[in-house]
């Protein structure tokens, strides 16, 4: 499964991005997705995770209420939603996915196989 992480960008602190993340896999629908993150020098943390129908969405709490995770199955994509974003959010997000468990949802770096190439986000202050 190959993963393509677009939409970051730089942005002024309280302003919105939306990343996108399209698969390569025919059955994206059996998979899992989630969106990691990297801030500079730091590890790299969850973000948000969905179910394979999009019935389960889980957040960090740094992100609860600001960002949404969501999913288009006819379109082999994922989402992130981004909004209020703060200079913390600064980081290369990545794209995740698994198809173990697609009906779950799981916050876990270990949870997921395949991981997309990573997309650069900067909130200026």
């Known amino acids: 499964v190959q993963l393509q992480a677009s939409g970051g960008g730089l942005v002024q602190a309280g302003g919105s991005l939306r990343l996108s993340c399209t698969a390569s896999e025919r059955t994206f629908n059996s998979f899992r997705m989630a969106w990691f993150r990297q801030p500079p020098g730091k590890e790299r943390e969850f973000v948000s995770a969905i179910s394979w129908n999009g019935g389960s969405t889980f957040y960090d709490d740094s992100v609860k209420g600001r960002f949404t995770i969501s999913r288009d199955n006819a379109k082999n994509t994922v989402y992130l939603q981004m909004n209020s974003l703060k200079p913390e959010d600064t980081a290369v997000y990545y794209c995740?996915?698994?198809?173990?468990?697609?009906?779950?949802?799981?916050?876990?770096?270990?949870?997921?196989?395949?991981w997309g190439q990573g997309t650069q986000v900067t909130v200026s202050s």
């Open positions: 995740a996915a698994n198809k173990g468990t697609p009906w779950s949802v799981s916050s876990s770096y270990s949870s997921y196989d395949y």
